[in-house]
Each structure stands twice: as structure tokens, then as C-alpha cells.
């Protein structure tokens, strides 16, 4: 079982930045691909970025591409994606994901490929 809690999301202009966190529970963290999605009011959920466990393989939607950076700090058991350059598009709430086995890392852009997922923080870009 993994537990998530998101934080870090709010309101920022256009070109601002922000770095979301989530912070996991137990001490298997290490071994569970993650991923950040996200959904703006009346569309589907969306892949944003994903990392593998070990944290030596990124992927990023093409939206994210040069602008968002995921990471993770095992120690701390926490993932983070910080977002820079932010458009009014990129305004939704931001979801992180573990994958739904340890040791297993998926597509890493599906969201059936997840099987924890934390509560949402959202993120509002104001033009």
C-alpha cells in the first residue's frame, strides 16, 4: 500500500513557477515508478511526466517538455515536479501516481499503469 498526499499547487501568473511535492507513505517507496497527471474542469486526465523507480528514466508529455522537471528523493520518500514558464493552459488540478506493482515501470505514460494516487493540489495560471 502506498499512500500520496500532494501539496505545493496555488495561484501564479503566467511565467511564474511552481514546485509541486508529494509526499508517500511507507518505506518501499524506492521501488515504485511514479507519475504526475493532471485534469482541467470538463476534460479527461492527463499524463504530464512519469519517473522510474531509481529515478534513471524521465518521461514528459510534450507540453511538459523544457519547462517541467520531475524528480524524486527516496530518502525522503518524496516526488516532485517543478514547473517553470507556466501558461493559463497548464491551470487544472495536478495528480501524482504510483505504479500499480513495485519494480515495475510501465509505459510510464498510462494512467492504468497506476494504481495509488493522492488527492490533487491544484494549480491556477493566471494570464
Known amino acids: 500500500q502506498v499512500q500520496l498526499v500532494e501539496s505545493g499547487g496555488g495561484l501564479v501568473q503566467a511565467g511564474g513557477s511552481l514546485r509541486l511535492s508529494c509526499a508517500a507513505s511507507?518505506?518501499?517507496?524506492?521501488?515504485?515508478?511514479m507519475g504526475w497527471f493532471r485534469q482541467a474542469p470538463g476534460k479527461e486526465r492527463e499524463f504530464v511526466a512519469s519517473i522510474s523507480w531509481g529515478g534513471g528514466t524521465t518521461t514528459y508529455a510534450d507540453s511538459a517538455k523544457g519547462r517541467f522537471t520531475i524528480s524524486r528523493d527516496d530518502a525522503k520518500n518524496t516526488l516532485y515536479l517543478q514547473m517553470n514558464s507556466l501558461k493559463p493552459e497548464d491551470t487544472a488540478v495536478y495528480y501524482c501516481a504510483a505504479n500499480r506493482r513495485p519494480w515495475d515501470n510501465g509505459s510510464g505514460y498510462g494512467p492504468r499503469d497506476y494504481g495509488y494516487w493522492g488527492q490533487g493540489t491544484q494549480v491556477t495560471v493566471s494570464s
Open positions: 511507507g518505506r518501499t517507496f524506492r521501488s515504485y515508478a
